[in-house]
């Protein structure tokens, strides 16, 4: 991703030159992170609260079920007696991460280019507290839809976001075609849970109780349809744009149901779209499955034989432009 880079870490600012990429720093380095980014001509953050009690979430998560996710150490276990002291609790780590933010923003606000939006990335773990500030492309609505295929399996620990995993989507690569903008995750290869970076909706069809093959189904009636999206409990991350969608969803009348989208269902699915708090949300023009899912792994995108499923062309479909304007 293009644009300056800033790094505020244990007290010390490095600028553009000395500062790797967002991806490349996550993958050097253990811990619980989470990315949100500015609006409105970076005025205000976006869901803060909800990305310090999601940051604040995963590291108690990491440091009770998987500390070599979280600490900087060829030994976890020797550093299980000091992880009471770490400061998991969330009003500590608020103040931790915003004295360095309130370091490091205001440089990158000055030096910002054309008024673009500002990602900020911020990891925690045992050894560092650190806080990567960069500067993307202009953020706002995509005209163009994501472009998904089927390829890897599911996360561990998946209720914390956690820089490790970064290193593990590198390793799904060599399955993601070049055209392709998101791998999905599934463990079955039809029960489809989320993206590497990203959570997974779908919008289908609702029976529509009728016999008669030539009654016409309403298309332009939002309870025709229902929003589906892999539940938490089947190993996804809480995504906080996912969350947001949800009460969209509710506060609109618009039937959803937490349950993983089927590919074995697909004929029913008008629309698709993914979420996340850099892509907030974005349509998807098209998804392809492998045809041998077993096999698949062993391979290389090019080796696999796929089957794919065009949505409509021309933007979102009208459940997901409903929910993109709320």
Not at 144 to 156: C, E, F, I, K
Not at 180 to 197: A, F, H, R, Y
Not at 284 to 292: A, G, K, L, M
Request: a neutral charge; aromatic letters at 8%; charged letters at 20%.
């Amino acid at each position: 991703m293009s644009g300056s880079r800033y790094l505020f870490s244990n007290g010390i600012l490095s600028h553009t030159l000395d500062v790797p990429p967002v991806k490349l720093f996550l993958e050097a380095h253990p811990g619980a992170y989470t990315t949100s980014r500015t609006h409105n001509n970076a005025s205000c953050l976006l869901f803060w609260e909800r990305h310090m009690k999601r940051l604040s979430e995963s590291v108690q998560i990491l440091s009770n079920l998987a500390p070599q996710l979280l600490f900087k150490s060829n030994n976890a276990t020797s550093l299980l007696p000091l992880i009471p002291n770490f400061p998991v609790r969330q009003p500590a780590l608020h103040k931790l991460v915003d004295d360095s933010l309130g370091k490091v923003l205001p440089i990158a606000l000055k030096e910002r280019v054309d008024s673009v939006e500002l990602a900020i990335t911020t990891l925690v773990s045992g050894n560092l507290k650190e806080l990567n500030t960069y500067v993307p492309p202009q953020f706002g609505i995509r005209e163009n839809g994501a472009h998904l295929a089927v390829g890897g399996y599911g996360r561990n620990v998946a209720a914390a976001k956690y820089s490790d995993w970064v290193r593990i989507r590198k390793t799904l690569e060599k399955l993601r075609p070049p055209s392709v903008t998101e791998l999905l995750l599934s463990n079955d290869g039809n029960q489809i849970l989320e993206g590497c970076v990203t959570n997974f909706f779908v919008v289908c069809r609702k029976d529509s109780g009728s016999d008669d093959g030539n009654v016409p189904y309403d298309y332009g009636n939002k309870n025709n349809f229902e929003v589906q999206t892999a539940p938490i409990n089947d190993g996804v991350l809480p995504g906080i744009i996912r969350q947001l969608v949800l009460e969209v969803c509710r506060n609109e009348g618009i039937p959803f149901r937490e349950v993983a989208p089927s590919w074995s269902k697909h004929e029913i699915w008008e629309e698709a779209f993914i979420t996340s708090s850099l892509r907030l949300l974005q349509h998807v023009d098209s998804i392809q499955v492998p045809t041998e899912w077993q096999s698949a792994h062993s391979k290389t995108w090019k080796d696999i034989s796929w089957t794919k499923k065009q949505f409509q062309v021309g933007g979102p479909g009208m459940i997901t432009t409903l929910i993109q304007v709320k």
